[in-house]
């Protein structure tokens, strides 16, 4: 017995007079010089402290503000930088406040570790944050902004830099009479796109159901034609939009017009006779395009052959 109690006893002097890795990481090291008397009082303890950040890592559409805590009061030591992961342990900064990440769009790499009076230790902590506030790219054009209730349906265009991109979602909403501006509801772009059921009559439908843009060419436009069933007479706000999934809060891009839907309009005449007698011609919003126009014929005209005979159909006058 007493054998092994001097052996004990030796193994422990022999550490002692060495220096002592005293959490594992290889990083924190207590020397013997700290120990005038050869012998420590209180060898740190690893992790029977514990270190964590409110915000944990991930892709962020904008900065984010970090708390740090432990679970016992400590000293937390941090050093935050972009691309690679830096010691907090030799390059460290004594927290103090929340840690606002992202200044500027980039990778950053957060590092932490906390110490008690005690000498608790915890582990060293990483987490990896990416910021990227640049919203998706959309780019439309309505060739015709008037509509009348005889024509062919119309079209936007669509397109975006970002097709092909995983994540991404692209669609369209009518918000009929309901305008989204700052001259109506001044609703922003993820107001529009999650809160368009919610409207009061008369209730915005939907032109096309969000469509997953990785499996859409980068270089292809789409083409949405603008049925007449899905306008309402009158002012119709079709919101096009594109939401990028990628981060931790979305980002959301939209492009609102307006287009009319209107019947002929008589001359205006004004009379006060039971019977008149009323010589003119209907005006209407006419839709005429370029032959060369490369999405489309000329709207408003048409043509069948069978078997030699051709009919035609387009735009025409009505006179009494």
Known sequence: MNKFLSLVTLSLLVACNGDISVNGRGSRIVSSSDFPDGTPSVIPTVDDLSCSASVGGGAFGNSVAVN?????????????????????ESAGTTYSSPIVIGSQDGNFCLSFYGETASSKVSSVIQQSYTINDTYPDLQISFP?????????????????????????????????????GPNGLNMDCQEIVENYVGLSSPAASVVFDPMDMLGIGSAVQLNVPLMLAKLDYG???????????SFSSPLYSCS??????????????????????????????????????????????????????ELRVGSFGIYY
């Open 144 to 180: 015709k902004i008037n509509y009348q209730t005889t024509q062919l349906a119309g079209l936007n265009l669509l397109h975006s830099s970002d097709f092909s991109q995983p994540n991404h979602l692209i669609g369209e909403i009518n918000l009929k009479s309901h305008n989204p």
């Open 256 to 309: 609102t017009n307006k287009v009319k839907l209107n019947d002929f309009e008589f001359f205006a005449f004004e009379d006060s006779h039971a019977e008149v007698e009323f010589a003119g011609s209907f005006v209407g919003y006419n839709f005429f395009e370029a032959d060369a126009d490369v999405h489309r014929t000329p709207a408003g005209s048409a043509s069948q052959s069978d078997n030699g005979q």
């Open 235 to 245: 002012e119709n706000f079709l919101t096009s939009y594109i939401v990028n999934n």
């Open 68 to 88: 740090l805590s432990c679970s016992a009061a400590a000293d937390i030591k941090f050093c935050l930088q972009e691309e690679t992961c830096c010691d907090p």
